[in-house]
DNA sequence: CTGGATCCTCGTAGATACTG
DNA sequence: CAGTATCTACGAGGATCCAG
């Protein structure tokens, strides 16, 4: 099932739902946790893995954010008890969702980069 | 038109749009960008107007959200030379095209609060 | 290889007071 | 009414070292 985009009735959704808003948004606003979730998009991934591929993500910050992405139940963190100690990360179908909201909200971003650009130097000429 | 909320094809989307999907995260990811859009959402307002029904929002917060969404093009600033001097706001075509955007998140936010919760508290009792 | 612990810095937002 | 100016506090995030 898909998620209305429009939803022409409830105009009010905005205002009820101001904390669930920000609550996603502090979810995926920081400034890892979208790369990392795109990373996990196709496939699972280990953690220098995910390290190399979210360069300049440092160790710390890697850590923290699948932790914190663990915690809301978006991804699976799986241990394997191998020598070197190896560790797999894949997204949870909720963090599927999830994905397929920051997709759209990446299509959005694609659509309007060039006009925000010109605002802004526009807005900036002034 | 609507925005590909899927997209199968381009899972490469995100790999591409990181510095793209930064930039609109950065853009609605602050305190209160959301909010205001979402107050514009039916109707035309007035900063004072605004300031009250994004409480507790302070002027310096509203006075800098709203400049930097007129700077990239999502609100118009209209001032009226009356007295006492009266600015309108209002949103944007593209501002009108975010709003659905948020719209989605919102929805999101709205199907999954619950299970997010119920993660967090299962998370956090190890 | 996969992290945890510590220290430190730098930006962002709140409080407050003032102006056209 | 519609903002601006300044000062301060707080927290996210980077660097680095250490451990299982």
Redesign the pocket.
């Given at each position: 099932m898909a998620y209305p985009i429009v939803g022409a009735a409830d105009a009010d959704l905005c205002e009820q739902g101001r904390d669930l808003i920000r609550d996603v948004l502090e979810r995926i606003?920081?400034?890892?946790s979208v790369v990392v979730i795109c990373q996990l998009g196709d496939t699972t991934r280990?953690?220098?893995?995910?390290?190399r591929m979210s360069e300049?993500?440092?160790?710390?910050?890697?850590?923290?954010?699948?932790?914190g992405l663990e915690r809301d139940g978006l991804v699976t963190?799986t241990?394997h008890d191998t020598k070197?100690?190896?560790?797999?990360?894949a997204l949870t179908p909720r963090g599927v969702s999830l994905l397929e909201v920051v997709r759209a909200l990446a299509g959005w971003a694609e659509h309007n980069a060039a006009g925000i650009l010109d605002s802004r130097t526009a807005f900036d000429a002034r």
């Open positions: 606003g920081d400034k890892w280990r953690f220098n893995e995910l390290r300049p993500i440092t160790q710390r910050m890697l850590s923290a954010t699948l932790r963190r241990v070197p100690p190896r560790v797999d990360y």
